[in-house]
C-alpha cells in the first residue's frame, strides 16, 4: 500500500491530550495510527448523513450539466448513491438545508 504524508498541526493542548490518551491506554502504538483510524470512522459517519448524499447528487447533477457526462454515465452514478441511502432522509435533509437558506436569506433581507 503507498502511503501519502499529511502534515497536521494539532494546538499544544490537544497534542499533550492526545499523548496522554495514548500511553494511558496503549489502545494505539502512535500518533499517526490513531489519526489514521479517526478519519476513517469520520469519513464513514460523514458517508451515512443524509444531508452529504444529497450533496453529492446535487454536485453530481451540477457537474453533468457543465461536463459531458453520459446519460448512461449518469444513471449509473445516481443509481449507486440511490442504494446507498434512504431517500426519504436525503429528501428530508434538502428540504431542511433549503429552510435554513431560506431563514438566513430572509435575515439578510
Do not use: C, H, W
Not at 11 to 22: K, M
Amino acid at each position: 500500500m503507498k502511503y501519502a504524508n499529511v502534515s497536521v498541526k494539532f494546538p499544544e493542548e490537544l497534542d499533550r491530550e492526545l499523548e496522554r490518551f495514548l500511553e494511558e491506554t496503549g489502545v494505539y502504538t502512535n500518533k499517526s495510527e490513531f489519526i489514521k483510524e479517526s478519519v476513517r470512522r469520520q469519513l464513514l459517519e460523514l458517508n451515512r448523513e443524509p444531508a452529504i448524499e444529497a450533496l453529492r447528487t446535487e454536485q453530481l447533477l451540477a457537474r453533468a450539466e457543465q461536463e459531458r457526462v453520459s446519460d448512461e454515465q449518469l444513471s449509473n452514478r445516481l443509481e449507486e448513491l440511490r442504494e446507498r441511502v434512504d431517500e426519504t432522509k436525503v429528501d428530508d435533509a434538502i428540504e431542511a438545508a433549503r429552510e435554513e437558506t431560506a431563514d438566513e436569506f430572509a435575515e439578510q433581507t
